[in-house]
């Protein structure tokens, strides 16, 4: 369907998406878990509205345009192979081979004394392997550096398993929001997280930190596992309330770092974010905690924010327009102070021209 003729809160205009893709391209992007890229054979994923194809070629992970140069097969459907002692990447329809900098170096159907054009070549993807996922940079010079995560490697902390949610039907900076946002929390998550009987708003504290976003506040919550060693209690969730502090570092513009201190130590929620397209995001997020750290115990903190993540999704998938409506457009009305942390995240995103129309 020709998106013109949708209105404006259901499919953004091209110069939106075309924003939206251009200014996410100078940050790093968790595209898969390292350990789903096997030796010796390709994997394609979509990022930012492109194809683009992962593979490990001579020990190193590499990056690039899933689309041959030849006559555009996916380079992802083909295979990794060695010649003269170097791994490369062959396309599966005419077996023409890339090197790790999209370079082709081997075209089988070149006649005897030519050479391989200059112009065979795809563009070529900054990669790093950090925190058991693969990450992506399209940009020449990424912006940032990949937000820091800490207690990965903190003894104090037991950190869960490495989970991938399937794709949500929204966009990226729409999932952060949903984790910034804590004013939600009496409606979407009650008796969990909220109450209907208190919906005062807390007050935040929000400043910029480096490339981070930095959000402090303090909330009574119902006793959850999230807010207390339910081992050491005894108790189950609804239980009682707990006072909770909660720090969000938001790792501009694709991360978040949610702390959340309470008696029982700290909890933390890191998820970060990959956008296939405007409107299709996959999340890769991760517990860690101070107690209850036995490893045996964490099916039930994975089912616990399985549960808050469902509660969040409807919400969150229908929102519209599917991209972040800049501020001068009114579509949209944040309430200060309430809503501070959400209004300092989307004007940081204006900055970076990442929301620029609807
Ligand atoms: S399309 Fe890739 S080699 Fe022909
Ligand atoms: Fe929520």
Not at 85 to 108: F, K, R, V
Not at 226 to 234: E, F, K, R
Not at 316 to 325: A, D, F, K, S
Not at 328 to 346: H, S
């Amino acid at each position: 369907m020709n998106s013109e003729a949708l209105p404006f809160w259901n499919a953004p205009s091209r110069e939106t998406i075309a924003g939206y893709y251009t200014g996410m391209r100078a940050f790093w992007h968790p595209v898969m878990r390292a350990d789903d890229l096997p030796e010796g054979q390709p994997v394609g994923v979509e990022l930012l509205g492109e194809r683009i194809v992962l593979a490990r070629l001579n020990g190193e992970i590499v990056a690039m345009e899933d689309l041959c140069r030849h006559f555009q097969a996916r380079l992802s459907l083909g295979d990794v192979v060695e010649r003269d002692g170097q791994q490369c990447l062959m396309c599966p329809y005419h077996g023409w081979e890339y090197d790790a900098n999209g370079q082709c170096t081997y075209i089988p159907q070149l006649a005897g004394d030519r050479e391989i054009p200059q112009q065979a070549r795809v563009p070529a993807y900054h990669t790093q392997e950090r925190y058991g996922l693969v990450w992506v940079c399209m940009a020449d010079e990424p912006h940032f550096d990949i937000p820091e995560f800490p207690e990965m490697d903190d003894p104090d902390f037991h950190a869960g398993p490495l989970r991938v949610y399937d794709p949500w039907e929204a966009s990226a900076p729409r999932i952060v929001m949903g984790t910034l946002d804590d004013t939600h929390f009496p409606w979407v998550h009650t008796g969990i997280l909220g109450d209907l009987d208190d919906t005062d708003p807390p007050d935040h504290r929000v400043w910029r930190e480096g490339r981070y976003l930095v959000t402090e506040y303090t909330v009574v919550q119902p006793h959850n596992l999230s807010t207390a060693d339910t081992t050491a209690s005894g108790e189950g969730n609804g239980a009682g309330e707990e006072t909770i502090t909660y720090t969000a570092y938001v790792g501009i513009p694709n991360t978040i770092r949610l702390l959340k201190d309470s008696d029982a130590g700290r909890y933390i929620i890191w998820l970060s974010t990959l956008p296939h397209r405007y409107n299709l995001t996959t999340t890769f997020w991760r517990i860690a905690r101070t107690y209850d750290r036995n490893p045996a115990n964490d099916q039930k903190y994975e089912d616990f924010e399985d549960l808050v993540r469902e509660q969040d999704r409807p919400i969150v998938e229908g929102q519209r327009p599917w991209l972040l409506p800049p501020f001068w457009t009114k579509v949209e009305m944040p309430l200060r102070p309430a809503d501070l942390p959400l209004i300092e995240y989307q004007r940081w995103l204006e900055e970076l021209k990442i929301a620029t129309s609807v």
